[in-house]
């Protein structure tokens, strides 16, 4: 109604102005949230520059963790970290890759959607839930069946059975993983398959022209189309793995060493951060559990960073996603 | 979140000025952050004075460490905290403190066969046990304690506490007294390098391991052992008896517990030297200003406290806490009239 009753001249100025403002708005939004990520990074820093400048790099390499007297070292939930993030992923990429390439080649069409939706529920279910089920149902069966077949038949072999020996608590860095890997399945599930869907349809019908079968147009057309997409999806999966804690802190047994059992009781970054926080008495205790975060926060920056980067790739290459 | 709390102080203030003025009974809100521990009985108590006197409590259970942070910064009324400050530390921001409540600390085992409460310990057994020195049930140190009972040829599955806990500063430091190798290779604090087992998180997560791994031991506070029928077990106190954990135990341990030479109730009653004495009972610390900002919500803390410590044994047996006994009560309220100037 204004705009009609200003001149051309006027007009054209006050659209521009909006514009300007409304760039401006969007920019400073963006810019918001470049300004909390650094702010996020620099309070760990300056947080933890206690524990840094008391134990050096050596803080990295260090597997003491006494509150008493005030040695402090990452290495132990460090380790636990990769070694359950580790388990998590080598259970789950597996399954993730076959329910991924069945819900897009395979499955019927009506069955597609209730079993995405299903992926989908199994993905918002709070890691608390996981935790306690985790503790309360799986630990228990694990300790009575699967612990105690790995100790009997894997834990006598020379070299790999060191991984397998030891009592069965039912919980430790192995369940730990094994629970991980329920928690990621879902996440792998529904980000492969969004890739293996940004396949173009003309390749894959092309292939099946010349008479490929299923099985060769999944392993020669699809999988390799969708190879950056596929490691993407992994590294989103490896970066929540890595960060999940209350599940974690639930099953892992929280010792603060190193065992080569994965039987053995452990703990991992967050799990360590989440059990001590709240009581973590004297500067230096508290410095040492915010180095850790700064270690937790950079280890997961540079996965994402590495898995967007290669999604980034897929983009250029595949037009669906 | 400091400005909040400067918020809920100024309306505290004013509400008590306002009720100097008016009524005699207005709207004091109280603030108080620390120990787990004490939580539940505290919001029993806030709730039960509430109704009877208006007076708001609110009481935020972010753990001891969080609790001296938060009153160190004057943000709160009062902190608690399972573990006592030096009397240093105390005149270092003009504070002073006092305990309020007994619980007990209360070894429990997972073992086929053995009825709850028969099984006995000496600490420097615990000790060993949890420095992974003594290792099979079978262990000529266990058998030679508890003759009569049967005990498997079994490995002995340690459980801890895997967070910072005012559960584990008592524990340790009970350790710490009765065994020498215990205080120089590990210590006490409310979480230490421990040398063997597995850490549950809270008292749940100890509970549920020590149910889930045959053959464990672990420790937990007693109102959980109570409410979830433990397999509790009896430990010798420092008088050479062995000790049921139970009420009238923890009682004897805080009356017989050297409070008369222990500045500002600077004490951690482990090892009381009573004859009835459990061994591993513990107390829970109030810490407040001597000269309060705000004397009103301090006044009206006080007179809470009072009341608690006074009137509210009940609540406090409903919950499995124990209540300090009289003489120590008395003793308490002549420190605060000695040391918090309320200003009225």
């Known amino acids: ?321 | 979140m400091k400005r909040f709390f400067k918020q809920v102080a100024a309306a505290g203030a004013l509400a008590f000025i306002g009720s100097a003025v008016c009524a005699p009974a207005g709207a004091v809100n109280v603030t108080g952050a620390g120990s787990t521990f004490v939580y539940p009985i505290l919001s029993k108590w806030s709730a039960d004075y509430n109704a009877r006197t208006g007076v708001q409590l609110n009481y935020q259970s972010i753990g001891s460490g969080g609790g001296i942070a938060q009153i160190k910064a004057g943000t709160v009324t009062f902190g608690a905290s399972d573990k006592p400050l030096e009397p240093a530390d105390l005149a270092a921001f003009g504070a002073t403190q006092f305990p309020l409540v007994i619980g007990g600390v209360v070894p429990v085992v997972n073992l086929d066969g053995v009825q709850p409460g028969s099984l006995k310990f000496t600490g420097p057994l615990l000790a060993d046990i949890y420095l992974g020195k003594v290792t099979k049930w079978n262990d000529p140190a266990i058998v030679r304690l508890n003759p009569g009972i049967r005990l498997p040829a079994m490995d002995i599955s340690v459980v801890h506490r895997s967070d910072g806990s005012g559960t584990t500063f008592n524990w340790v430091d009970y350790l710490s007294k009765v065994s020498p190798e215990w205080k120089t290779k590990v210590g006490e604090s409310t979480s230490v390098s421990w040398p063997s087992g597995v850490g549950g998180k809270g008292n749940e997560g100890v509970a549920a391991y020590v149910g889930q791994i045959k053959g464990s031991i672990g420790y937990v506070e007693y109102a959980y052992v109570k409410q979830n029928k433990m397999n509790f077990v009896q430990v010798q106190n420092s008088a050479g008896n062995f000790i049921t954990p139970e009420a009238k135990s923890f009682q004897a341990a805080a009356a017989t517990a050297d409070w008369a030479h222990a500045n500002d109730f600077n004490l951690v009653i482990t090892n009381a030297p009573g004859a009835d004495a459990y061994p591993i009972s513990a107390t829970v610390f109030v810490i407040m200003y001597k000269t309060p900002k705000v004397p009103g919500e301090t006044k009206a803390a006080l007179d809470f406290f009072k009341w608690a410590l006074e009137d509210g044994q009940k609540q406090a047996e409903e919950l499995d806490y124990v209540p300090l006994p009289p003489p120590l009560v008395k003793s308490i309220e002549a420190s605060w009239k000695a040391n918090i100037k309320t200003g009225t």
């Open chain 1, 1 to 321: 109604m204004v705009a009609r009753v200003l001149p051309y001249q006027l007009r054209m100025r006050h659209e521009a102005r909006v514009e300007v403002v409304f760039g401006l708005l969007t920019r400073s939004c963006a810019y918001l949230v470049l300004a909390l990520l650094a702010g996020v990074l620099l309070t760990l820093i300056y947080g933890s520059w206690p524990a840094l400048k008391t134990f050096k790099l050596a803080f990295l390499t260090r597997e003491v963790w006494d509150p008493v007297a005030g040695q402090f070292g990452a290495l132990a939930p460090l380790y636990g970290t990769v070694v359950t993030s580790l388990i998590a992923m080598l259970l789950a990429v597996p399954f993730a890759f076959g329910a991924a390439i069945f819900l897009t080649e395979t499955c019927p069409m009506w069955l597609r959607t209730p079993i995405a939706t299903c992926i989908e529920l199994l993905a918002g279910v709070p890691s608390i839930v996981y935790g306690l089920w985790g503790l309360f149902l799986f630990a228990p069966v694990l300790q009575q069946t699967l612990q105690p077949w790995l100790i009997a038949h894997l834990g006598p072999i020379p070299g790999i059975g060191r991984l397998f020996r030891g009592p069965p608590f039912g919980i430790g860095l192995l369940t730990a993983g094994l629970v991980l890997a329920i928690m990621v399945l879902p996440f792998i599930t529904a980000v492969m398959r969004e890739v293996f869907r940004a396949t173009p349809t003309s390749l894959k019908e092309a292939a099946y022209g010349l008479g490929a079968t299923q099985w060769e147009v999944v392993w020669h057309v699809v999988v390799p189309n969708a190879r950056a997409g596929i490691i993407g999806a992994i590294m989103l999966g490896l970066g929540r793995a890595l960060g999940e804690t209350m599940a974690v802190t639930f099953v892992a047994g929280n010792a603060q060493n190193i065992s080569v059992s994965l039987l053995a009781p452990g703990t991992t970054i967050s799990a360590a951060i989440a059990n001590e926080f709240t009581e973590a008495v004297g500067p230096l205790y508290l410095s040492a559990l915010i180095a850790l975060g700064l270690i937790l926060f950079l280890l997961t920056l540079s996965i994402i960073a590495a898995a967007r980067l290669m999604l980034l790739r897929l983009n250029a290459r595949g037009p669906r996603l």
